[in-house]
């Protein structure tokens, strides 16, 4: 295993080392998938006219890219091949920018582009590293994750980089911020709690844009990390290892579903992380046994049918987000 794929597996699938009174813990069983789902092709999705486009993170040979795909057999292509290591990739709500995280010499900063690669803006010029953009449902804010003060904390921004408030002040990390789609909350996942020989333990917290009203949504005392919003703002889809001690195989991620109120937590697919929430699908990043590589799916929730929307085997695919 190269040096590159060894830091994405250790920095991209969720963190691996690295809310209401009501919660529960996790089903240990999946309660509605089976256990070996289904694989089927998949048709390319619209939106009216518009083809939907797909942006992902690829490992390549020296560099971890972010690739876009339009799914109508097109050969994918790099972002912007000027940036070596860029990652997580979010759309705007328009659908029409990216904004994503790329190295550069002061650590990790946030860049918004067009969906081809042009017009890029630097929106964060702090030295440590900024990552996991996550936008406001009007495009004009972002919220991200950041080291700048020693340690990660959740910041907002303007996309203009101006007026950058800090929303959480913990001696615990806190990451992998993602604002809801009604604009009211921000999920987020944080070391709270958790002892020193628990390093890797993570639990979910949600807070208000404006730093009030901070509240513990899972209580699972595991990793629970990579938050993302149902279309509807009710429920959040996770990433939850249920050991919160450093190492563990990255196929023993798992994707949950939980009610905003903290209720119900429901496993929904093995072997799974990165995910995101498509009105009644779910995309994900898996770890194909078959070729030693992760790889991208999406599944339905309707039929419970997991589907490939791109494949490239010899590369570590990742981070699947798409733009409808």
């Not at 939106?47 to 971890?64: E, I, M, S």
Request: proline share 8%.
């Amino acid at each position: 295993m190269n040096l590159v794929r060894s830091l994405t597996l250790l920095g991209l699938f969720g963190c691996l080392t690295g809310c209401m009174s009501t919660t529960v813990e996790p089903t240990s069983q999946p309660t509605s998938v089976p256990s070996t789902p289904t694989i089927v092709a998949i048709a390319t999705p619209t939106v009216g006219d518009v083809p939907q486009r797909l942006a992902f993170v690829a490992n390549q040979p020296n560099a971890v890219t972010i690739m876009l795909a339009a799914l109508d057999g097109s050969p994918a292509q790099v972002l912007n091949p000027d940036f070596p290591m860029a990652l997580d990739p979010t759309w705007s709500p328009d659908g029409n920018e990216l904004a994503f995280a790329v190295q550069d010499s002061d650590g990790f900063n946030i860049y918004i582009s067009a969906a081809d690669g042009s017009n890029l803006v630097q929106v964060t010029t702090e030295a440590g590293d900024d990552q996991h953009p996550s936008w406001s449902p009007d495009g004009q804010q972002l919220v991200f994750q950041s080291n700048r003060s020693g340690n990660d904390e959740i910041y907002r921004i303007n996309r203009d980089g101006s007026n950058v408030l800090q929303l959480t002040n913990d001696p615990a990390q806190d990451w992998m911020p993602r604002w809801s789609p009604d604009g009211s909350l921000i999920a987020f996942s944080s070391s709270r709690g958790f002892s020193d020989e628990e390093s890797a333990g993570r639990e979910l917290y949600l807070i208000q844009p404006d730093a009030q009203g901070l509240q513990q949504l899972t209580k699972a005392r595991g990793r629970a990390q990579s938050p993302i919003w149902s279309p509807d703002s009710q429920q959040l889809a996770y990433v939850f290892f249920a050991s919160s001690m450093v190492g563990g195989d990255i196929a023993s991620n798992t994707i949950y579903t939980i009610k905003r109120d903290g209720s119900e937590p429901t496993l929904l697919q093995d072997n799974a992380f990165n995910p995101q929430w498509l009105d009644q699908r779910i995309a994900f990043t898996t770890y194909d046994l078959n070729t030693y590589h992760t790889a991208l799916r999406i599944l339905d929730l309707n039929t419970l049918q997991v589907s490939v929307p791109i494949s490239m085997p010899e590369l570590d695919l990742m981070q699947p987000v798409f733009n409808r």
